[in-house]
């Protein structure tokens, strides 16, 4: 199992909306063009033809990944990831994210999962992410979709960076880009760190606030 570009959005795309938008659900070929060409949530934006996306639709329904409904004026697809690599619902958050932006870390999936799953902290999706890795290959026949061993791998730390960051396997092995290492790069927060220090600095105002507030109710009451 090896999945292209296009069809890793196309694939990333339909889980998405299940979950987002499941009123919309299953999706019209206008409608998933869209959703993979939209250019929020997505890293890199792309730009693909109606035909790209018939195309990969017809590959990974060949693969068991999509099926076809066609009890409407026109054909909708919905995907049967979840069955095909037997996922949890975490684990279905996290491989979306993946496929639709690229690696991230810890920090980054679990500020991005919000509106696909509910992770209590980072830990969680540290969990969540160690159990896709360490899956073992399945012992199913080869013809079945659903033999599949790790699906993400944890990339080599960048400098300067406190957390690794993590890629999906659907594509088989990521490539690793060669990063010059240097003990004199400046170590750069990431947003779920500047998030906590901002929350930090925040909840130390509201604290002096309400100091101020009680020592001027003190000074009001005695005069």
């Known amino acids: 199992m090896s999945l292209d570009a296009v069809q890793v959005r196309v694939l990333g795309s339909l889980i998405e909306k299940e979950i987002t938008t499941p009123e919309n659900y299953p999706l019209s070929l206008n409608a998933l063009v869209n959703a993979c060409n939209q250019r929020s949530s997505r890293d890199p934006v792309l730009e693909l033809t109606d035909d790209e996306v018939r195309q990969a639709l017809h590959t990974l329904e060949d693969q068991g990944f999509i099926t076809t409904v ?7 697809y919905e995907h049967r990831a979840r069955t095909v690599l037997n996922l949890r619902r975490d684990e279905t958050a996290v491989i979306c994210l993946l496929m639709l932006r690229g690696p991230q870390t810890p920090g980054e999936l679990r500020g991005r999962s919000e509106r696909l799953y509910a992770f209590d902290d980072i830990s969680s999706v540290q969990s969540t992410l160690d159990r896709l890795a360490s899956r073992e290959a399945s012992t199913e026949p080869p013809a079945s979709p659903g033999a599949t061993g790790p699906l993400v791998v944890m990339l080599p730390r960048q400098p300067g960076s406190r957390e690794s960051r993590y890629a999906h396997l659907l594509s088989g092995a990521p490539e690793i880009p060669q990063v010059a290492s240097s003990s004199s790069t400046p170590y ?36």
């Open 70 to 76: 066609h009890d409407a004026r026109v054909p909708k």
């Open 188 to 223: 750069a927060p990431s947003l779920a760190e500047r998030v906590t220090e901002l929350e930090s600095a925040l909840n130390h105002l509201n604290e002096t606030l309400a100091t101020l507030q009680a020592r001027v109710q003190t000074l009001e009451s005695s005069s």
